[in-house]
């Protein structure tokens, strides 16, 4: 009998669609809810049968998304006064100055130290902190290869597929479609690069959610009878940086935090 550790996996047995079929807002907080005990998992019309008889029980973990996100991020912390912080920076073309191992995210820095304490010029929260402290402890340091590929070419990448396009590509393209500096935010704020491919986008701006984690958005616009469309590519090497559920999670911050920034351009001063 399988057995349910987390909300995040309960969270991967759905399909990541946010319907509410459930009457919570979201898929992970379904997930949430069926770890407390709360919900039950049969409660997803979207969980087939067959899947639903290989699962029962939860233990009792923490009760909100941020709290368990949190845990795990304290988790990974404790782990890092064990690595070799020198060669962590030269896996993960950081810099280490003897007492703290700095990465660019998004062109910001963003920095560990010996004990595991984390710093960084913007916020820090747990959707960029779990993914950092993951690429810290397991990048192996591969050379980017230069060719691009889709989430789901990526090792671990169909099984989160469905929820990678619900929660980093639809939203990302629904800010494109209504936010017209998204794609200035990305080039003036985010220190990304406008890029010509043979992907035959309107637009093509490359990302660094971290430096060995580049990301490319490509964007069409809305045609004659089509609509618009957006999609995020990867290089080959981007699953020996980092584990697929982590790059979707560093993703899915990377979308909250456009969203945030286009909440607050989009209100004005108050």
Not at 180 to 186: C, I, K, P, Y
């Given at each position: 009998m399988a057995r349910i550790n987390s909300p995040m996996d309960v969270f991967k047995l759905t399909d990541g669609s946010n319907c509410r079929a459930c009457n919570e807002k979201t898929c992970m907080a379904f997930g949430v809810a069926v770890f407390k005990g709360r919900k039950n998992?049969?409660?997803?019309?979207?969980?087939?049968?067959?899947?639903?008889?290989q699962y029962q029980d939860?233990?009792?973990?923490?009760?909100?998304?941020?709290?368990f996100m949190q845990q795990?991020?304290?988790?990974?912390?404790?782990?890092?006064?064990?690595?070799?912080?020198?060669?962590?920076?030269?896996?993960t073309a950081g810099e280490f100055d003897g007492q703290k191992l700095t990465l660019r995210v998004m062109g910001?820095?963003?920095?560990?130290?010996?004990?595991?304490?984390?710093?960084?010029?913007?916020?820090?929260?747990a959707w960029v902190a779990m993914p950092f402290l993951n690429h810290v402890l397991h990048c192996r340091g591969e050379a980017l290869t230069g060719e691009w590929i889709t989430f789901r070419e990526l090792k671990g990448g169909p099984e989160r597929y469905n929820h990678f396009q619900q929660n980093c590509e639809k939203p990302l393209k629904h800010l494109a479609d209504t936010y017209?500096?998204?794609?200035?935010?990305?080039l003036d704020v985010f220190a990304g690069r406008r890029v010509q491919t043979h992907i035959d986008s309107d637009i093509?701006?490359?990302?660094?959610?971290?430096?060995?984690?580049?990301?490319?958005?490509?964007?069409?616009?809305?045609?004659?009878?089509?609509?618009s469309s957006l999609h995020?590519?990867?290089?080959?090497?981007?699953?020996q940086q980092l584990d697929a559920e982590s790059i979707y999670t560093l993703l899915a911050g990377?979308?909250?935090?456009f969203e945030k920034i286009a909440a607050r351009n989009q209100s004005g001063p108050s």
């Open positions: 998992l049969d409660q997803c019309p979207k969980i087939a049968p067959e899947v639903l008889a939860a233990t009792d973990r923490p009760d909100t998304i941020d709290e795990a991020v304290e988790e990974l912390q404790e782990q890092i006064p064990d690595i070799d912080m020198a060669e962590a920076a030269r896996r910001k820095a963003f920095s560990v130290d010996r004990a595991g304490s984390l710093s960084a010029d913007i916020h820090i929260n017209t500096d998204l794609f200035s935010d990305m093509s701006v490359v990302l660094h959610p971290l430096p060995l984690l580049p990301v490319m958005c490509c964007y069409w616009e809305p045609e004659e009878g089509m609509g995020l590519f990867f290089d080959k090497s981007a699953d990377m979308v909250k935090m």
